[in-house]
Every structure is written in C-alpha cells, then in structure tokens.
C-alpha cells in the first residue's frame, strides 16, 4: 500500500493514492466544461483547477507548476493550458505556428503539458452547426452564422494585433467589449491605432501594422492537406488566434442577450457528441500513460 506520509504529504501523493489520471487545467470554468459537458470520466480522470500556487498568478503558469512539482515526485499527473499561454511565455515560433501537426508534436512546456491549438476554451465552444441552432431560439431571422463568425472576427484582427503588440510593451489589453460596437474592420483599425497613440509611439504603430499583416497572413493560408472549403478553412485558423470570449462577446451584444451563454453552448456540444477530437485525444493519451504501463 502506499505510504501516504511520504515526501512530506505532498498533493503529489493524494492524488496519485486515489487511482485516477490527474489533468490540471487552468480555471475552475475549464474544469466545469470538461467535466461536466465534455468528459463523463469520472472513473478513470480528475480534471482540477490549480488553485492558489506560491508565486504565481496566472492560470497557465500554475498549472505547469503543479504538474512539474508532481512529476518531481514520480506520480503522473498533467495538464492542459490554452493556446493564449504561450503569448505570456513568448513562445512565438509556436504560437505562430500554423500547421496542427507541428503544433501538437511541440511540447513548449514539458512532456506533460499539452497546448491548445485554439486560443483558449471558450473557441470549443463555437462550433457552427450547434451555434447557429442555439441561436435559432433568440433570432427570427438566422443569419448565415459562419459568415457571422467570419465578420466577427475579422473586425478583432486589429484588436488581436493591438494586444499582442500592448503585452510585448507591458501595457494593458484593451477592454474585452472593445470594438462591440463596430462591425467594419476599417472602422476597428482606426479605432485601435487612436487607442494606441494614447499609449505608444509612432514606432509601435508600424508594428502594429506588421502585426495586423501577421495575421491575416497566418488566417489565409491553408496546409496542403486541408480539403475543407474555405470558409470552415480559414474559420478554424481564426479560432487558433482570436480570443473566444471575445467573439462571443460580440455575438452577444449584436442579438442583446443577458445571460452568458457559454454552458448552453456546452451542452449542446454534449448532446450532440460534438467535443473536438484534439481534446478527446489528449484524454486518450493520459489515460494510456497511466494505466498501460
């Protein structure tokens, strides 16, 4: 049996004592959504929250404490951290990375820790089918929800291209309602570079420039093996580099809902087995880790 004094009591122990595979994720939210909409694991998988990790603050960095501190100790446990993470690490090559396979072979944070390809959890929840027959019940007359998706998040380029740039200065994003407003993506840039000169130089605007032409670079090429047409095509590229809660946001705003309409997206995806394979996979993985060996 084991010896639940050793290495001084360490979560490490406890957690490798109850038999289950261990997967930290970065908030109590991502916990939420994996266990309860996209997991019914509960046998066999543990997905936790950090919590509070000495010297650290940002849910990213916790988790990969947690998971190093653990694997210290010989127990296995893992994690998963979004794909916004490696903005804060600087990680660039593989943020900018385009191609899935390569992305996933990457490992920026250790054997243990996988990246998401897409920005954050809130880009799984927005899968079109299921978005646009939610959103039948709030809209008498749908639109086309993935040219919706599209416009959305061609009016957030500048404001993706903004933050990117304000956090290599070490200033502050702009508000996650920024551009709400504005549906035309000429209307955004303007909009970003009157904000910027309020911050920066003339020198950062050129990079913001640069910036914004990263982007739409990174949005309109596709890999060779990509047979999809192009709308989903370049839908699933935006998802990889803009913020989802910010398009939700604006989907949000454009139809005046109140409510957050995230854990409705969630259960949708659910019921209709519509979880992405990406994350399915990474289950998979831990799970073979774990009880194969």
Known sequence: MANL????????????????????????????????????????????APG????????????????????????????IVERDSLLGACKWDIF???????????????????????WEIENYLIEPEELERFLFDYVTKLPNVLSELLSHCDVLV???????????RKKGALDDDYCNDTNKRTEAEQKVRESLRKKLNDDDIN???DYI????????????????????RKWRNYSKLIDGKRILGRIKHSIKLRDDHR??????????????SELVNYIKEFKGEVFNN
């Open 96 to 118: 900018w990375e385009r191609n899935d396979e390569v992305f996933l072979q990457s490992r920026p944070f250790g054997d243990k820790v996988r990246v998401l390809t897409r």
């Open 52 to 79: 509070i990790v000495e010297g650290d603050t940002g849910g990213c960095r916790k988790v990969i404490k947690k998971v190093k501190t653990n694997q210290s100790h010989s127990y296995k446990v893992f994690g």
């Open 207 to 209: 990079d913001f420039e």
């Open 263 to 276: 854990l409705a997206l969630a259960t949708r995806i659910k019921s209709n087995n519509k979880v992405e």
């Open 158 to 168: 500048p404001v993706m291209a903004a933050n990117i740039l304000l956090h290599i």
């Open 213 to 232: 032409k990263k982007f739409d670079s990174f949005f309109n090429v596709g890999t060779d093996d990509d047979n999809s047409n192009e709308s989903i």
């Open 5 to 48: 004094t050793s290495y001084d009591g360490t979560e490490g122990v406890v957690e490798n004592y109850k038999g289950r595979v261990v997967v930290y994720l970065e908030s109590d939210f991502d916990v939420e959504i994996f266990k309860r909409f996209f997991f019914d694991e509960e046998e066999f998988v543990e997905f936790k």
